[in-house]
């Protein structure tokens, strides 16, 4: 059966996205592992699985876009967080403005516009159909 | 960390399987990923968790085989390199199995070399002395030369008892046992229950003949040393008379270290029988 949700490609477009989304969430302020993942599991559709962001963090650190660090806050136990870098928040504004363009670009592709006539598309349009 | 979470029985399967699926991870890389997730478990689930709920959470979380190829990355690390790791994860058990392994190995080299020595040990040899054993072959033997090689033919006295005495010499560094002759030998009909037997006592060129060494096998031929070797037999030979029947080597078995082998030991003189009237009942039978 095919399932958009779980088809390999929504799986790979995933994994390209995650990582700005764990960009956008730690710009906002430090977060720790399970604090990251409950965000991301809330906003729905972004996590394959739980464990994934784990080997992500520490991709982002390699690639010297996020620091950790571990605190121990009065009244909590000891977490590793997560804080972005200079590099974290470049990268992060760069993506955010080449998303822009590209969900416009793959918007426009999936979702012709209303109106558009048989002849520019080759397809019948909502002109032709409706009458 | 309270700690009743990762000491649930499903949750510390999970980081074993995690810790066997990261084998071929760099061990600071895998270490890392198992302290998150060890810290997610925590903290995600109660204290005293049931095991639905830990059922639930470790579903979530994804195989232990799934997070080590997140962090492998889509090209995995080369055979060498994966190989390295383990070994770098291996603890003192680990270690020591490849000590013991390294060891065995190391000692079924030696062995095998060893074995190899001693099948490739150069084997006895005859040392040119040769005498018929009894006084009535030894008055009657005549000795011909060809080339290199001679021959001392006697008349074979069908039914009886004949035999010879020769040197045989071990030019090696290894002690080699005689241990008797080859079944081969012992099997003739012509020349029947033959035995061979070694004189303890004496070297390969003293005269056995009027001495009364003490012959018997096994018998050890210590490394560059010789010993007289007496091969006695009952003559069944159906020669016509006139005819030579040459016997030109002797296969021994000998025992050179742990491994037992058959040594030809060619004769030179060559020991001949020499076809007479006594054997005229061959024909007729």
Redesign the interface.
């Known amino acids: 059966m095919y399932c958009m949700g779980t088809e390999p490609g929504m799986t790979e477009l995933r994994r390209g996205v995650l990582g700005p989304c764990v960009l956008a969430l730690l710009d906002e302020r430090p977060r720790f592992?399970?604090e990251l993942?409950r965000e991301l599991d809330a906003a729905g559709g972004l996590l394959?699985?739980?464990?994934?962001v784990?080997?992500?963090?520490?991709?982002l650190r390699d690639a010297g876009l996020v620091t950790s660090e571990w605190q121990d806050r009065p009244g909590q136990?000891a977490?590793?967080y997560y804080f972005i870098t200079g590099a974290g928040r470049d990268s992060l504004k760069a993506f955010r403005a080449d998303w822009a363009d590209f969900a416009a670009t793959v918007g426009g592709v999936l979702f012709p516009a209303v109106g558009t006539s048989s002849s520019e598309t080759g397809q019948p349009g909502k002109e032709e159909t409706s009458r | 960390?309270s700690g009743t979470v990762l000491r649930h029985p499903l949750v510390r399967n999970y980081l074993r399987a995690l810790d066997a699926a990261c084998t071929a991870l760099p061990p600071g890389?895998a270490r890392?990923?198992r302290d998150?997730?060890a810290?997610?478990l925590d903290?995600?689930l109660p204290a005293g968790p049931t095991d639905s709920e830990v059922r639930a959470e470790l579903a979530?979380?994804?195989t232990p085989r799934?997070?080590a190829a997140?962090?492998a990355?889509p090209v995995p690390a080369k055979i060498g390199t994966r190989l390295l790791y383990r070994l770098a994860r291996l603890r003192w058990r680990g270690w020591a199995a490849v000590a013991t392994g390294a060891a065995l190995a190391a000692a079924a080299a030696v062995f095998l070399s060893y074995l190899d020595d001693m099948k490739t040990t150069e084997p006895l040899r005859e040392s040119g002395y040769e005498t018929p054993w009894y006084p009535q072959d030894a008055a009657g033997g005549s000795v011909s030369s060809a080339g290199d090689l001679t021959q001392i033919a006697i008349a074979e006295r069908y039914g009886q008892w004949q035999g010879f005495a020769i040197g045989i010499f071990n030019d090696s560094d290894r002690p080699q046992t005689v241990l008797g002759l080859a079944p081969a030998m012992t099997s003739s009909q012509d020349l029947a229950e033959m035995t061979a037997s070694v004189a303890n006592g004496l070297n390969e060129h003293d005269t056995p003949i009027g001495t009364a060494p003490d012959w018997g096998l096994p018998a050890v031929i210590p490394p560059h040393s010789g010993r007289m070797l007496r091969v006695v037999w009952i003559t069944r030979l159906c020669a016509q008379p006139g005819e030579i029947s040459p016997l030109t080597y002797l296969t021994l078995r000998v025992r050179v270290g742990l491994i037992t082998r058959n040594e030809d030991v060619q004769l030179n003189p060559v020991w001949a029988l020499l076809g007479s009237e006594s054997s005229d009942h061959c024909a007729s039978g």
Do not use: K
């Not at chain 1, 784990?54 to 991709?59: A, E, F, G, T």
């Open positions: 592992g399970l993942v394959t699985s739980d464990g994934t784990y080997p992500l963090l520490s991709r136990r977490r590793r | 960390m890389r890392e990923l998150q997730i810290a997610h903290e995600a979530r979380l994804g799934a997070l997140e962090v990355g």
